[in-house]
C-alpha cells in the first residue's frame, strides 16, 4: 500500500507542485487548503506523513501542529519561509520532526520525506544491538512498545524524540556529533539543519530530566555533540 501524505498549504499553486512531485514517486496525496480542514483531514484519514505550511487561513501551522500533537504521533514537516528562523524553532518546540524552507528542490524534497517516513516503520533497528530494554535508575527505555518510563509513569514523546532517545540510549557514553544523529536518527544524509538536533534535545529533557537545567540521562559534551550517561 502506498504512503498517503497529507498537504497543508493554502497557496493552491504550490499544493499542486508538491502534490505532482509526490505522486511522481508512488505516494498518495490528500491536500487541505486551511488549518481547520487540515486537523479533519489527517483525524479522518490517517496519514503517513504531514506537510504543513505555517501561513494558514482560520488556524495557523503552529496551532495545528500542537493540536494535532494531543492525539498524533504523524511526522509532521513544516514549511517555512528562509527568513523566518523563529517559525523554525518554534515548531520543532511545537512537536514537529522537521522543517523544510522554501523555495526548495523536488530532490530536497524528497528526501526529507523518505528520510521522515522510513522513521515510521515500527520495530525498526537504527543499530545492530538486540537489547529491546534499557534501563538507567528509574528511566526505562522499551523498544518493543515504543515507550519510556520514568518510574511507572510514561514520558509523552514524539515518535523523532523516541528515536533520538534510543538511539543515544543503545550506545550510552558515545558521543556523537550533531551532523551524526541529523544522519543516523533524522536520515539525513546531507540536508538538514543542526539546530533541529538541538530543539529535540531540549524538547527531551523537557520531558525525562528531574530538572532540564542539569540533566541526568542526556548529556552535553561541548563543542562535540551528545551522549547518554551510564
Given at each position: 500500500?502506498?504512503?498517503?501524505?497529507?498537504?497543508?498549504?493554502?497557496?493552491?499553486?504550490?499544493?499542486?507542485?508538491?502534490?505532482?512531485?509526490?505522486?511522481?514517486?508512488?505516494?498518495?496525496?490528500?491536500?487541505?487548503?486551511?488549518?481547520e480542514e487540515a486537523i479533519n483531514l489527517a483525524l479522518s484519514q490517517n496519514p503517513d506523513l504531514i506537510l504543513l505550511?505555517?501561513?494558514?487561513?482560520?488556524?495557523?501551522?503552529?496551532?495545528?501542529?500542537?493540536?494535532?500533537?494531543?492525539?498524533?504521533?504523524?511526522?509532521?514537516?513544516?514549511?517555512?519561509?528562509?527568513?523566518?528562523?523563529?517559525?523554525k524553532v518554534l515548531g520543532l518546540e511545537l512537536g514537529a520532526d522537521d522543517y523544510i524552507t522554501k523555495p526548495f528542490?523536488?530532490?530536497?524534497?524528497?528526501?526529507?520525506?523518505?528520510?521522515?517516513?522510513?522513521?515510521?516503520?515500527?520495530?525498526?533497528?537504527?543499530?545492530?544491538?538486540?537489547?529491546?530494554?534499557?534501563?538507567?535508575?528509574?528511566?526505562?527505555?522499551?523498544?518493543?512498545?515504543?515507550?519510556?518510563?520514568?518510574?511507572?509513569?510514561?514520558?509523552?514523546?514524539?515518535?523523532?524524540?523516541?528515536?533520538?532517545?534510543?538511539?543515544?540510549?543503545?550506545?550510552?557514553?558515545?558521543?556523537?556529533?550533531?551532523?551524526?544523529?541529523?544522519?543516523?536518527v533524522w536520515g539525513y544524509e546531507y540536508y538538514g539543519d543542526v539546530r533541529t538536533v538541538d530543539v529535540t534535545v531540549?524538547?527531551?529533557?523537557?520531558?525525562?530530566?528531574?530538572?532540564?537545567?542539569?540533566?541526568?540521562?542526556?548529556?552535553?559534551?561541548?563543542?562535540?555533540?551528545?551522549?547518554?550517561?551510564?
Amino acid at each position: 500500500m502506498n504512503k498517503k501524505i497529507l498537504i497543508v498549504d493554502d497557496e493552491k499553486n504550490i499544493a499542486d507542485i508538491l502534490k505532482f512531485n509526490l505522486r511522481k514517486e508512488g505516494y498518495e496525496t490528500i491536500e487541505a487548503y486551511d488549518g481547520e480542514e487540515a486537523i479533519n483531514l489527517a483525524l479522518s484519514q490517517n496519514p503517513d506523513l504531514i506537510l504543513l505550511d505555517i501561513m494558514l487561513p482560520k488556524m495557523d501551522g503552529f496551532t495545528v501542529c500542537r493540536k494535532l500533537r494531543q492525539t498524533l504521533s504523524t511526522p509532521i514537516l513544516m514549511l517555512t519561509a528562509k527568513e523566518e528562523e523563529v517559525d523554525k524553532v518554534l515548531g520543532l518546540e511545537l512537536g514537529a520532526d522537521d522543517y523544510i524552507t522554501k523555495p526548495f528542490s523536488p530532490r530536497e524534497l524528497m528526501a526529507r520525506v523518505k528520510a521522515n517516513l522510513r522513521r515510521t516503520t515500527p520495530g525498526e533497528q537504527l543499530n545492530d544491538d538486540k537489547t529491546h530494554v534499557y534501563k538507567y535508575g528509574d528511566l526505562t527505555v522499551d523498544i518493543d512498545r515504543y515507550e519510556v518510563r520514568r518510574g511507572d509513569k510514561v514520558v509523552e514523546l514524539t515518535l523523532r524524540e523516541f528515536e533520538l532517545v534510543k538511539f543515544l540510549a543503545s550506545q550510552k557514553g558515545t558521543i556523537f556529533s550533531r551532523e551524526t544523529l541529523l544522519e543516523k536518527v533524522w536520515g539525513y544524509e546531507y540536508y538538514g539543519d543542526v539546530r533541529t538536533v538541538d530543539v529535540t534535545v531540549r524538547r527531551v529533557r523537557e520531558k525525562l530530566e528531574v530538572d532540564p537545567a542539569n540533566p541526568q540521562y542526556i548529556i552535553t559534551k561541548r563543542g562535540v555533540g551528545y551522549y547518554f550517561n551510564f
